[in-house]
């Protein structure tokens, strides 16, 4: 995608917080999609936002079948957090033993937490409320906090987190969707 790239400037800036958050990263996703890049200027905005998500957009090529190979926008949330006090307010993804993460990549990476745009009762989009600082579905009333943790409404966990890495100063994401409607994450399938 035209202009999606992370200056290296960022990249280091975001580098100074990976020794912090290393506790919380495996040292290689196992997860098996492919990586779409972000934006710098909305990555720009995630790095210096506190307690405010931010939508950030990015481009997947899917391929169906016969069908020619299409390239769909698509958005997910970012926040900046505290790995340790994100962790302490997300049991229902750091559920393992000794903490681990019931998803098998890095939750919190580079101090960011991405989090799939589908609200995990039935997948519609959420919207973050700035006035009440929740990000609230409009389908059937689910409210999650900054976290992410669910706070009312009919959906079974909290927000689904995304994988997020840098590469050749470049930060991108993998698309993965979850089964909605289930308290543990199912994948259902990856961007590939
Ligand atoms: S789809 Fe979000 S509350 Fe039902």
Redesign the pocket.
């Given at each position: 995608m035209a202009g999606a790239v992370v200056t290296m400037s960022g990249v280091i800036g975001l580098g100074l917080a990976i020794p912090i958050v290393g506790g919380l990263i495996p040292e290689q996703s196992s997860a098996s999609g492919t990586w779409s890049p972000l934006t710098k200027v909305e990555l720009g905005e995630l790095e210096t936002a506190t307690q405010k998500p931010v939508r950030l957009s990015f481009s997947m090529t899917t391929k169906d079948a016969y069908l020619p190979e299409e390239t769909m926008e698509d958005y997910v949330w970012g926040i900046k957090v505290d790995p340790a006090r994100f962790q302490a307010a997300r049991p229902d993804i750091f559920n393992g033993a000794g903490g681990k993460a019931d998803v098998p990549y890095g939750v919190v990476n580079m101090g960011f937490v991405i989090f799939s745009p589908?609200?995990?009762?039935?997948?519609?989009r959420?919207q973050w409320d700035s006035s009440a600082g929740q990000f609230h579905?409009?389908?059937?009333?689910?409210v999650y906090n900054f976290d992410g943790a669910h706070l009312s409404?009919?959906?079974p966990r909290g927000l689904d987190p995304l994988p997020l890495r840098e590469q050749s100063g470049i930060a991108q994401l993998m698309w993965i969707r979850y089964k909605?409607t289930t308290p543990d994450r199912i994948v259902i399938s990856y961007q590939s």
């Open positions: 589908l609200c995990p009762h039935l997948g519609c959420y579905c409009p389908c059937h009333g689910s409404g009919p959906a909605s």
